[in-house]
């Protein structure tokens, strides 16, 4: 195209960590952006989320790799445990032996701090530039671009739009007018300081307790002077997709029959945050013309793989290499990324909903869970994980089942 990189401007739609990275992917092109976010300041909320190595192969692909690091609690194992009998089901080596397979550690970090991670550079960058308080409520595209128009009626003009506004993304509502499905699943999110977490549940890994319906994991955060706890369930209610204020006397409901080792911990959150959880399902395309759709207003899927933030991140980071490959042709740059992050997000999601029923199986189904997994070695562990963990940003172009260069 004749038309320099400079004289481009995308709209991005959210200022949460997909958001920021797809900003940042784009600007370090030279593309300007208007970063639109429906809140008054850009933030995050939520405790801690899980990091793989492919999370940090994305994270050093936009440059801030080594400010994720710095705040991130670099783990030892990944722990499924039975909650009903406190036995363990399988242990996965996330320390050297998964660095030297993977290129990259696997860690854990409070969402806050990931999200200031790419923030940071993102305020630097001088490409880019904030409108807070601004709810996007319509979209138009012509043939030379796009108007986003928020809640004021005010019109933003730019060469394309991405949604990365969540579960329910407006921009999506307009490509796409489809519905989430809202899972039945509740999850319940605390952080527990280090002095109020039980000695014997320290432990420098993420802790899967998996019951019948029903599981709660931890991990340490921030040094490990803090905990993350969730907790999920099948709920008994009808529920709505939405965050609100929990109970612990709720939540203990959906607990009983558990080993006390790990219902202490249900005991130790001073507050709790309650989430009903939503996913989609997938869709043959998330891109039309100018519009495309990035992270959780792409593909929301459920947490049991935590590779929600892991996905996002891999979108940024292949979308702006669509656009770099398409020479700026942002129709043609949008088709080439559902191409390959279609297949590979659609098989994420499909995963997580069926870890979620390895999980919460009960009867049989428990008994054949906790003999999946015995005599398996850490090479064989890290097989099965090598289509999801092993991702890289030089290869993320690579059409699905293309092997890697």
């Known amino acids: 195209m004749n038309t320099t990189q400079q004289d ?117 960058h001088p490409l880019i530039r904030f409108r807070t308080a601004t709810r996007v409520e319509g979209l138009e595209q012509d043939d030379n671009g796009v108007t986003v128009i928020d809640q004021r009626g005010e019109r933003h003009r730019a060469d394309a739009v991405i949604g990365c506004d969540g579960v329910k993304s407006a921009v999506r509502q307009v490509l796409l007018g489809d519905e ?26 993420p802790v899967v307790w998996a019951g019948p319906h029903c599981h709660l994991v931890h991990y340490p955060l921030r040094g490990g002077q803090q905990y993350n706890l969730v907790v999920t369930f099948h709920s008994r ?57 990035l992270g959780d207003a792409a593909h929301p899927m459920t947490q049991y793989l935590a590779q929600g933030a892991c996905q996002a991140l ?4 292949t979308l702006g290499a669509a656009v770099e490959h398409c020479d700026g ?15 590979r997000t659609a098989r994420v999601l499909y995963s997580a909903r069926e870890m979620g029923r390895i999980y919460h199986a009960k009867g049989v189904e428990r008994l054949v869970r906790n003999s999946l997994w015995v005599d398996r070695t850490q090479e064989q562990f890290y097989d099965a ?14 059409a699905p089942g293309q092997r890697p260069g």
């Open 237 to 293: 209610e009808q529920e709505v997709w939405g965050v609100r204020e929990g109970s612990k006397e709720e939540v203990l409901s959906y607990f009983e029959g558990i080993h006390p080792r790990p219902h202490q911990m249900l005991h130790r959150p001073t507050s709790w945050k309650r989430w009903a959880t939503a996913d989609r399902d997938p869709v043959e395309r998330w891109s039309f013309g100018r519009a495309t759709l």
């Open 385 to 398: 994980l090598a289509w999801l963990h092993g991702w890289r940003a030089q290869d993320c172009l690579k």
């Open 180 to 205: 989430p499905r809202v899972t039945g699943h509740v999850v319940y999110r605390a952080v527990v300081e280090l002095e109020d977490m039980p000695q014997d549940l320290r432990i420098n890994a």
């Open 329 to 343: 042709d942002f129709e043609a740059a949008f088709a080439l990324y559902d191409k390959v992050r279609i297949p």
């Open 8 to 124: 481009r401007k995308v709209i991005v739609v959210g200022g949460g960590i997909g958001g920021l990275a797809a900003a940042l992917a784009l600007a370090r092109q030279g593309i300007r952006i208007e970063l639109l976010e429906q809140a008054e300041q850009i933030g995050e909320i939520g405790a801690g989320i899980q990091l793989a190595a492919n999370a940090f192969a994305a994270l050093d692909a936009l440059g801030v790799g080594e400010a994720a690091r710095n705040r991130s609690v670099f783990t030892d194992h990944l722990m499924l445990m039975d909650a009903v009998d406190a036995s363990e089901v399988a242990v996965v080596d996330v320390g050297e032996r998964y660095r030297e397979r993977f290129g990259n550690p696997y860690a854990v970090i409070h969402r806050a701090d990931i999200h200031l991670s790419i923030l940071e550079a993102v305020q630097d």
């Open 314 to 317: 891999e979108d940024a980071v």
